[in-house]
């Protein structure tokens, strides 16, 4: 017999195993002595609302019969080496996803990498951290896994609409995931353990047929009576395909250079940009938990969301908490020399003692007016522009400005900083300098808030390390609403991040399945070769 129930546990009752069983079992009157007894977790959510925090969970009871398997029966990749094939710029989640998804219609792809494989990209990460050098091909944005592999590994998406998520999270956990991910309400995999999964899907891909091309940066697109039906790379080999699905990441400013060089369809979009607030961990627990000194030994690492609407020379811009990083890390996130860029990231078990979350304000086109002579590259430039300030702010090296909250929003210089988790090193500097007054002031209204709404938050113990402005892209590469592919250039199919339809992980992956099924209905289904 299976039984299903919705029950409201202590974090003890939740997180400790025996302890769950035993509950399930007193719940439902089952001795567990008379009987052959399993119950799972389905879905949990914390409930930190009230002064006790409690833990929302589905569970399934198997009385007397096998428990059923929670993870569905994966496909397996048929071969496809011989198959028509199509071109996937960029070996991120929604590139690994389009080409997995295109194997399994049959067709074979190509994915195409500018950077290293996600092993060799551990180098040029500790040369950013520890020597302050960056490579513009391997860095913590670009290379196998693309942002997300070394800058946490968030699983949670509002984007149902989008696709199945439950099959993108089932693909992770065939290809190694912890099958935690599937109960969790705010599911995360870890940057220590993204690595390994990364490399079983390239594997996948490998094993049926399609091709994976590192150390492969597109310099050109070859276009033939306004359809694009290959790219060129740096040693100017062609590559061709029925199709190519540009997946190439919001960092990728050449690829934005490149399309508006040739005249593609291209347009500025708006973003949002600020810094990293870093916190101690115990302070965001105790705010959040209600508790007194740590949140105990069951309960995980504590998270926020923030949102509030400001006001500056009367244009109103909501200003937000983005990719909160409990137990986490602020991390070097540059993709060329002369830029100074931050971004978070949790290992598996998010036990550091920091927390960090960007927090940022919307930037629309009209703040921009100076920028309008960039013409689609605008935003783009503007957000250059302020990563190449704080570098020089910083000093030139990857050593971040950073300013203590109070002192920020009450205009003061912080004489002394805080301990850091973002290893090259911050210094002392006036973050009013760093940031645009439209955004700074912005920011200074929203402390105060948020110091409301969370009572603790707005405090000298926290510190503003900058920038954080690769919230997403601040290009758009238009496409056609039905059929996701470019209204001018044909089997063109503008993918993710990058083109600006995606804003994480899950979201990117879903696009990228899409864009490979709008492809090959058109193109191999179709029968227009």
């Not at 199509?86 to 991120?92: D, F």
């Not at 199709?243 to 347009?267: M, P, Q, W, Y």
């Not at 302070?283 to 926020?304: F, K, T």
Request: some cysteine; hydrophobic content about 40%.
């Amino acid at each position: 017999m299976k039984k299903e129930l919705n029950l409201q546990l202590s974090p003890k009752e939740a997180y400790d195993e025996q302890v769950f069983q035993e509950v399930v079992a007193k719940r439902l009157g089952i001795k567990t002595e008379q009987h052959q007894f399993k119950a799972r977790q389905v879905k949990r959510s914390i409930d930190a609302r009230g002064r006790q925090v409690k833990v929302n969970v589905t569970a399934e009871a198997f009385i007397d019969e096998p428990s059923t398997p929670l993870l569905s029966t994966p496909k397996a990749y048929q071969n496809v080496k011989n198959a028509d094939q199509i071109i996937i710029v960029g070996a991120g989640p929604a590139g690994l996803f389009a080409a997995l998804r295109a194997i399994e219609l049959g067709v074979k792809p190509i994915l195409i990498e500018r950077g290293k494989d996600v092993r060799a990209r551990r180098r040029d990460l500790a040369a950013i951290n520890k020597d302050h050098i960056v490579n513009p091909e391997s860095n913590y944005c670009f290379g196998e896994g693309g942002a997300g592999t070394y800058s946490d590994g968030k699983l949670y998406t509002r984007s149902k609409k989008r696709g199945d998520i439950r099959r993108i999270m089932e693909i992770f956990v065939s290809h190694g995931a912890t099958e935690e991910i599937l109960v969790d309400a705010h599911p995360h995999i870890g940057t220590n353990k993204l690595p390994k999964i990364v490399t079983e899907l390239r594997e996948s891909i490998i094993q049926a047929g399609g091709e994976v091309l590192f150390n492969t940066k597109v310099v050109d697109f070859i276009l033939k009576d306004n359809e694009m039906v290959g790219v060129i790379t740096q040693d100017g080999e062609q590559i061709k395909g029925l199709g190519v699905i540009l997946a190439t990441g919001h960092s990728a400013r050449d690829i934005f250079h490149l399309l508006h060089a040739k005249n593609i369809l291209i347009e500025a979009k708006p973003f949002a940009l600020g810094v990293r607030i870093e916190h101690s961990q115990n302070l965001i627990d105790q705010i959040q938990y209600h508790c007194e000194l740590d949140r105990g030994p069951y309960l995980p690492a504590s998270s926020y969301a923030l949102v509030q609407q400001t006001y500056y020379k009367g244009k109103q811009r909501g200003v937000f908490s983005f990719c909160m990083c409990p137990g986490g890390f602020i991390v070097p996130a540059a993709t060329s020399p002369g830029e100074l860029v931050v971004n978070g990231m949790s290992p598996s078990r998010r036990d550091s003692k920091f927390a960090n979350s960007g927090i940022v304000a919307a930037v629309e086109l009209e703040d921009l007016p100076q920028y309008v002579k960039y013409g689609p590259l605008a935003a783009m430039m503007f957000q250059a522009d302020v990563e190449k300030k704080a570098w020089e702010i910083g000093g030139k090296t990857q050593v971040a400005p950073a300013q203590r909250m109070l002192d920020f929003v009450n205009r003061k210089s912080s004489s002394s900083l805080l301990d850091t988790s973002y290893q090259p090193g911050l210094l002392s500097a006036d973050m009013h300098e760093v940031l645009p007054d439209f955004i700074s002031n912005r920011l200074v209204d929203a402390f105060q808030a948020f110091g409301k709404k969370m009572k603790g938050y707005c405090t000298n113990e926290s510190q503003l390390i900058g920038v954080e402005s690769r919230t997403s892209s601040p290009v758009r590469i238009p496409r056609i609403k039905e059929t996701f592919e470019h209204p001018i250039i044909k089997r063109l199919y503008p993918c993710a991040e990058g083109a600006g339809y995606a804003g994480g992980i899950v979201s990117a992956a879903m696009d990228g399945e899409r864009c490979a099924e709008h492809l090959i209905e058109m193109y191999v289904r179709n029968n227009l070769h």
